[in-house]
């Protein structure tokens, strides 16, 4: 059971027009405050509060925006798992890539990590799609771009949050050591091109899109080897097993 962090209030650039609920985790906080004060993320908050005026639904609820960072902290990074933005329709996303909240049907990239877990690790299928137990044992799953507007996929790329989750990724990549990277695909394997292979392992296949599956994500071996490395390396293994919800 991860200990219970203490959670600092979002600095005011990204508060207001109903985004005033999110709060950031003390030990990102910390590695990530210099960004808060610089001009694309004022942009950045301005965009959101100008879509949350005119109306439009965004998503996830902004609670939920930096989940991924609220529930893998800092110190506590073993394995990043790179998505792209997160899911556009209502109720699937809640901060983690791939995953979605517990009743809400299994996306087709995550059926097809289970696919892969199941031909790699001998895992049985989860009846859910809910990575949280991964989060908390110290798997990041961070989408690139934290938000999206509902029904159009993509509609907040380029407005920010590229450059605030590189931040992210470069003070894994200089201040730990002996993380394992999964870059899932070409935008991940793009977005994490400027990590040490010489302090990190980083592992690279084709998405789990059912567009690309089939040419090499499944078959890949990521998570033996992901587990392999972290054995090598003086840390506890990632449980890849997901704890079966409402039974």
Do not use: C
């Amino acid at each position: 059971m991860q200990p219970r962090v203490r959670f600092r209030p979002l600095p005011k650039e990204l508060r207001g027009a109903g985004l005033s609920d999110i709060k950031l985790e003390k030990s990102w906080l910390e590695q990530l405050q210099p960004e808060f004060d610089k001009q694309y993320m004022r942009d950045l908050r301005a965009f959101l509060v100008a879509e949350k005026a005119a109306g439009k639904v965004i998503f996830p609820p902004g609670g939920n925006i930096f989940a991924a960072l609220d529930h893998t902290p800092f110190d506590q990074v073993k394995l990043v798992i790179l998505g792209q933005d997160p899911y556009h329709g209502p109720g699937q996303a809640h901060g983690l890539s791939f995953s979605v909240p517990p009743g809400i049907q299994i996306p087709p990239s995550l059926r097809n990590i289970y696919k892969e877990l199941n031909r790699d690790l001998g895992l049985p299928f989860p009846n859910h799609g809910n990575l949280e137990q991964w989060a908390n044992q110290g798997v990041l799953l961070l989408n690139a771009v934290l938000t999206v507007e509902q029904a159009k996929a993509g509609a907040h790329q380029g407005k920010g949050w590229e450059q605030f989750t590189d931040a992210a990724i470069a003070a894994l990549n200089e201040k730990r050591e002996h993380i394992v990277f999964l870059l899932w695909g070409s935008y991940a394997q793009k977005k994490g091109s400027f990590i040490d292979r010489q302090r990190h392992l980083v592992l690279q296949s084709p998405h789990p899109s059912p567009l690309s599956a089939h040419r090499g994500f499944i078959g890949n071996g990521h998570f033996s080897k992901a587990n392999d490395y972290l054995s090598q390396t003086g840390q506890t293994p990632i449980d890849w097993s997901l704890k079966e919800l409402g039974r």
